[in-house]
């Protein structure tokens, strides 16, 4: 159970996203990393860079300082570390069990949250746009790649979001060890 935590706490030192834009213009691709508190680029013009191009077809600019779960996710974070910390303290098969459930749930309503901050992201477009595209969407995939005009967009976890579920993982392992091996 302390390496799950320990595993999740990773959150803190890599990026849990990223979201990489590739086009002719741009071959070796734009990439921008999703962190637990902040967004950011391979370099500090990333995302200006990206704001600019979507303009163009009428997305919303990306202001980080207007996304709340930028805000309050680390604090998500550290709760659940504090929660695995006392499963491990106490040492209980249930507490193991109640822990991935909670994770489990946490980790589904954020993928969620972020599938429709990506389809307002993408749909909602300015009727002002200098381009205009009847029907279409620029929603990037929530995972995986996806052409988008002459853009392929690729969404995937990034180190942080490998470790988060790996974390789960952990949790599951640490509970089916107590429950098997260990009398308590």
Do not use: C
């Amino acid at each position: 159970m302390l390496l799950a935590v320990a595993a999740l706490l990773m959150l803190f030192v890599f990026p849990m996203w990223r979201i990489t834009l590739f086009a002719p213009q741009y071959p070796d691709g734009v990439t921008m990393y999703i962190w637990i508190n902040k967004l950011a680029g391979e370099n500090p013009g990333t995302l200006q860079n990206i704001n600019i191009l979507n303009h163009y077809v009428g997305m919303k600019y990306i202001e980080p300082e207007s996304i709340p779960e930028l805000k309050y996710f680390q604090y998500v974070i550290i709760g659940m570390a504090f929660l695995g910390l006392l499963a491990a303290f106490f040492n209980r098969a249930w507490f193991y069990l109640m822990w991935v459930v909670l994770m489990v749930a946490l980790s589904t309503a954020g993928i969620y949250d972020f599938y429709l901050w990506e389809y307002d992201y993408g749909h909602n477009l300015s009727a002002t746009a200098p381009i205009k595209i009847p029907g279409a969407s620029f929603q990037p995939p929530l995972i995986g790649t996806k052409d988008i005009l002459n853009f392929v967009a690729q969404s995937f976890p990034a180190p942080g979001g490998y470790f988060a579920g790996a974390s789960i993982v952990l949790a599951i392992a640490a509970w089916y060890f107590k429950l098997k091996f260990v009398k308590s």
